[in-house]
């Protein structure tokens, strides 16, 4: 019962140390995205960045949405990489939901 006990400390403690701070940044890019062409190419140059889990491009809404894992990169990093490729990147600050019902 006592190697039980210790063995499922061992593991939780090994589960939470591997957890990882999963963030996420909205941006509008200059030029703006027009087309299938421009979100594959946001997409196909974003996703060699460390750290970049998830990228979702709106083309209606003018957003694209990153998804990271903080331990690896940051906002700025992800922000900054836009110019690699020809874009500029500005996040878009998210709204209150107080913000939202008042439009």
Do not use: W
Request: proline letters at 2%; one cysteine or more.
């Amino acid at each position: 019962m006592k190697k039980v006990l210790v063995l499922s400390a061992m593991m939780l403690t090994a589960v939470v140390s591997m957890a990882k701070d999963i963030k996420t940044v909205v941006v509008t890019t200059q030029p703006v995205m027009h087309c299938e062409s421009c979100e594959k190419k946001i997409k196909g140059n974003l996703r060699f960045e460390k750290g970049v889990k998830q990228i979702e491009c709106n083309i209606d809404e003018q957003r694209v949405t990153i998804t990271y894992d903080a331990d690896k990169t940051n906002s700025n990093a992800i922000i900054q990489s836009f110019g690699k490729f020809g874009y500029k990147a500005t996040e878009i600050k998210a709204e209150k939901p107080a913000e939202k019902n008042k439009k």
